[in-house]
């Protein structure tokens, strides 16, 4: 696969116990992702709460042969409200999410069957800064390399799934 039009991917996850605590958050914003069926791609809706008008993206993401930090090429269109609510009429299995802004990380709050749901992430511009990257003390497992914590997966994840996923690291 060419990296001609997409860029390298980096990132590391973590599994958190309960969301920051509010003086630390510098940024908010709601997230609703669309994995389109039978597809690499993600559509996704996401609104700031001061701004009225959402922001409308579709992804494509080719994962890296091997886990790690290095999660594979990426690939972002802007889209239009019109653009986007053809491909959302697609099939696809969806999350809510609410990202909260704590530098470096950007913490997911999970609604619905993922509530309870905790995952900080770090991206990077190197291989380099992404290694050396020292996990947040707030941090109950590093799950970068867990398939079970990816977006796509936990779109599709059932309730009960989730919980003993969350079992497994203490939660």
């Known amino acids: 696969m060419s990296d001609k039009y997409a860029r390298v991917e980096r990132e590391r996850r973590f599994l958190l116990a309960a969301p920051p605590p509010p003086a630390a958050v510098t940024a908010t914003r709601r997230i609703a992702d669309r994995y389109l069926d039978g597809t690499r791609l993600r559509l996704r809706m996401m609104v700031e709460p001061d701004d009225a008008a959402p922001i409308y993206k579709l992804t494509q993401k080719i994962p890296a042969e091997h886990p790690g930090p290095v999660q594979g090429l990426i690939t972002n269109t802007y889209l239009t409200r019109a653009e986007y609510e053809v491909l959302a009429a697609l099939p696809a299995a969806t999350l809510d999410k609410t990202r909260l802004g704590v530098p470096p990380l950007g913490i997911d709050v999970f609604d619905g069957p993922l509530r309870g749901l905790v995952l900080a992430e770090a991206e990077f511009d190197s291989d380099e800064a992404a290694h050396a990257f020292r996990p947040p003390v707030a941090a109950v497992a590093e799950v970068t ?15 009960g799934e989730l919980l003993g996923w969350l079992a497994e690291y203490g939660i």
């Open 145 to 159: 390399t867990d398939p079970r914590f990816t977006g796509g997966r936990l779109a599709r994840a059932e309730r």
